[in-house]
């Protein structure tokens, strides 16, 4: 580790103690009970030695030894005002002192604020909110508001998408996470979306993927028969599964598609709303009215769980006279809600999207570019605001990626090495697959991003030497 990454001494324990860093004793307390009591997500139990953190403050993590981590992927790209940021951590105190909770069918004032605050920075007529508790189920509400709508059951999504891991969600997922849960929602088709590095059409121009990529869409809509599909989902800019950002004209082309065949448009804006990519909701960069929006992770940076769909005027009129048959105990948890308010006050007092634009087109891009001309393992360079892709690859002329779809053990050993270098010199990286994403929280300091990168340009180095 560096001198300068190693800068914070001390941390609290959670009966208010403050103890120094490096803390042995902590680091084995935090671990044991960690590994004899905690089920974790996607692992194998036995396999895994997760990081005991000690302490987070702003783009930057602690663990127990002191050692200090600039988090290049904002945790799970949620943390968009950073760690402990005293805003957000002060409205939940505050909301925690005034109405700790309220169930979801009586009005709560920081519940309908957040509402009226969404709906003020959705495009066209998007104006109403039903609150979730996360990103897998505002997406399984979104579908079923479809499927009541539309009276029709299947729905076409991306390969290479990641929608949640709940029924239907993980259902919708167009990546290997989805393989050991089927069958689960029967009515899923998945379609290829556009991906100009490695076009499934060989398609040489931008424009020429948006129209391949359109006609593909339309004969999958035409075989899987219009009147059987009740909606069309997709991440906005595909997140995990590669920063994807669609060419000119694609979202337009599905806007189109959807509203010739009566199909639902759901924008799956999870990971890329609220300011991933210096907009409120990514639908905007696009100039596009989808007719359902999911959000969750940044509306409140996940210091509480919560998630949701913005629903368009036509959507919510069919529920007017009918009730929507769905709900959640949690549905607009006042703690929640109240760090979402929050953080519309921040993102508009510090400026936050007009600094993630400018961050990401005159520190990021340029230094992308500079990383893709010096290293011979760098394929591919896109992203857009403070969301990019680093595609690796084994040879640049073949294409050939660094590790092979979903690689793991020893074939992604290089991939393994690629983070150990990062984590070695004070960053944790956002490692997918080939590729790494730069995903830092939204108020990253110039110089830390700019610090970040070098190390990212060094632990590129290491992969260099797998190239052939
Ligand atoms: C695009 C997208 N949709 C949905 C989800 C699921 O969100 P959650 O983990 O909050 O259920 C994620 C999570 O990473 C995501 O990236």
């Given amino acids: ?111 309908g604020e957040l509402a009226r605050r969404i709906a003020e920075v959705a495009p066209g007529d998007l104006d109403k909110v039903f609150f979730t508790n996360g990103g897998a189920d505002a997406n399984e509400y979104a579908v079923r508001m479809a499927r009541q709508v539309t009276g029709r059951r299947k729905v076409l999504s991306m390969y290479r998408s990641y929608h949640g891991s709940t029924a239907t969600a993980i259902s919708l997922t167009g990546d290997p996470r989805r393989w050991a849960n089927e069958p689960s929602d029967g009515s899923v088709a998945h379609f290829f979306g556009p991906y100009e590095y490695r076009s499934a059409w060989g398609s040489t121009s931008p424009e020429e993927e948006t129209a391949r990529a359109l006609a593909h869409l339309e004969q999958v809509i035409v075989l899987e028969g219009a009147s059987t599909i009740a909606a069309i989902i997709l991440e ?22 959807a509203d010739r ?31 359902l929006i999911t959000f969750a992770k940044g509306v409140n940076s996940g210091y509480v769980p919560l998630g949701g769909v913005v629903i368009s005027q036509r959507i919510a009129a069919h529920f007017d006279t009918v009730a929507f048959p769905g709900g959640l105990t949690y549905s607009g948890h006042p703690l929640a809600c109240a760090a979402g308010v929050a953080t519309f006050e921040v993102f508009e007092r510090d400026g936050i999207l007009e600094r993630v634009r400018d961050l990401g087109e005159r520190v990021v891009a340029p230094r992308l570019a500079e990383l893709q001309a010096k290293h011979p393992s760098v394929g591919d360079v896109r992203g857009l605001g403070l969301f990019w892709a680093i595609e690796l690859v084994k040879n640049r002329e ?71």
């Fill in 261 to 291: 065949y009566g199909i639902v448009y759901i924008a799956d804006e999870v990971m890329v709303g609220f300011g991933r990519i210096g907009e409120w909701f990514a639908v905007n960069h696009f100039g596009v009215t989808p007719d």
């Fill in 398 to 468: 073949t294409r050939e990626p660094l590790v092979p779809f979903n690689a793991s053990g020893a074939d992604a050993a290089p991939m393994g090495a690629f983070a150990a270098a990062c984590k070695q010199n004070g960053v944790s990286p956002f490692v997918h697959f080939n590729r790494t994403h730069v995903a830092p929280p939204l108020v990253i300091t110039e110089d830390e991003l700019v610090r970040g990168l070098d190390v990212i340009d060094e632990a590129l180095t290491v992969a260099d030497g797998y190239t052939a």
């Fill in 1 to 111: 580790m560096t001198d300068t990454l190693t800068a914070t001494a001390s941390y609290t324990d959670r009966h208010g103690a403050s103890h120094a860093l490096p803390d042995a004793a902590g680091d084995a307390q935090v671990r044991a009970d960690d590994r004899a009591h905690v089920f974790h997500s996607w692992s194998a139990q036995a396999l895994i030695d997760p990081l005991p953190v000690a302490a987070g403050e702003g783009s930057t993590f602690w663990d127990y030894q002191g050692n200090a981590y600039l988090d290049f992927s904002s945790q799970l790209v949620n943390l968009n005002l950073g760690h402990q940021h005293p805003d957000l951590v002060a409205a939940i105190q505050q909301q925690a002192g005034r109405l700790a909770t309220i169930q979801p069918s009586m009005a709560s004032d920081v519940r």
């Fill in 236 to 257: 906005t800019v595909v997140g995990t599964n590669g920063v994807l950002v669609p060419p000119p004209g694609y979202l337009q082309g599905v806007r189109e598609l």
